[in-house]
């Protein structure tokens, strides 16, 4: 896990018109699809910090969301803590991609899009909420069922709560199961990004495991055992 300071370039909105920044990094500080970082003003040692997850990744940065009731100003900057956990890991080989947003922004699978895009891969997205303007190769699917008997990856992205309510009995889940491979982002804090803290443990008892360590995007088959 990498240290670093930041740089609040600009203010801007996200692709759905929240508030957001645009922070420049060092290289090694640019999470991956499905990665995050965890930030504070550089005062003291407090190893609690809050977590970011970009809607946008740059060769010099990236752009996340303004934390609420958190005021960063250009040029301020930043203690990075990151990239956090492990990120979506789509296999070469997989042309047909599935991204979906259950209970959670599609903005976190932007660049997820933009990557599939690089690669020249069919890409359909499907969310429960608001969509941005997408990119012209990218299909918007209404159909969660027939999208993923399309696919032969799904990368998905839910909230802890719809998580906790639904988890492993969602049909969703289910019928992303049956894909040649599934990923899922579980979108909860990760507090101390070591797994000290438990915070971020994803499952109860034998089979918990900590999104900053083992996540936030698990293989769905290891959800599922």
């Given at each position: 896990m990498h240290r670093s300071l930041a740089q609040v370039e600009s203010q801007l909105l996200s692709p759905l018109g929240?508030?957001?920044?645009?922070?420049?990094?060092?290289?090694?500080?640019?999470?991956?699809?499905?990665?995050?970082?965890?930030?504070?003003?550089?005062?003291g040692d407090d190893p609690f910090r809050q977590m970011l997850l970009p809607f946008a990744l740059h060769t010099d940065g990236f752009s996340v969301l303004a934390p609420e009731g958190v005021a960063?100003?250009?040029?301020e900057r930043i203690d990075l803590l990151g990239?956090?956990?492990r990120p979506f890991r789509p296999p070469a080989a997989r042309r047909r991609w599935l991204l979906a947003a259950l209970g959670a922004s599609p903005e976190v699978l932007l660049p997820?899009?933009?990557l599939g895009i690089e690669r020249g891969v069919s890409?359909?997205?499907?969310?429960?909420s608001d969509v941005p303007v997408l990119p012209p190769q990218v299909e918007i699917s209404t159909d969660l069922d027939a999208a993923l008997e399309w696919a032969d990856y799904a990368g998905l992205a839910v909230s802890a709560e719809w998580f906790d309510l639904r988890g492993l009995e969602s049909s969703a889940l289910h019928a992303a199961r049956r894909t040649r491979l599934a990923e899922v982002l579980v979108l909860?804090?990760?507090p101390c990004g070591t797994g000290v803290c438990g915070a971020c443990a994803v499952g109860h008892g034998r089979t918990s495991r900590c999104a900053c360590t083992e996540?936030?995007?698990?293989p769905l088959e290891d959800l599922m055992r």
């Open positions: 929240r508030a957001g920044v645009r922070m420049r990094v060092l290289p090694a500080s640019i999470p991956a699809p499905g990665q995050a970082v965890l930030a504070c003003r550089p005062v960063w100003q250009p040029g990239p956090i956990g997820m899009l933009n890409l359909a997205l499907f969310a429960d909860l804090p990760m996540g936030p995007v698990f």
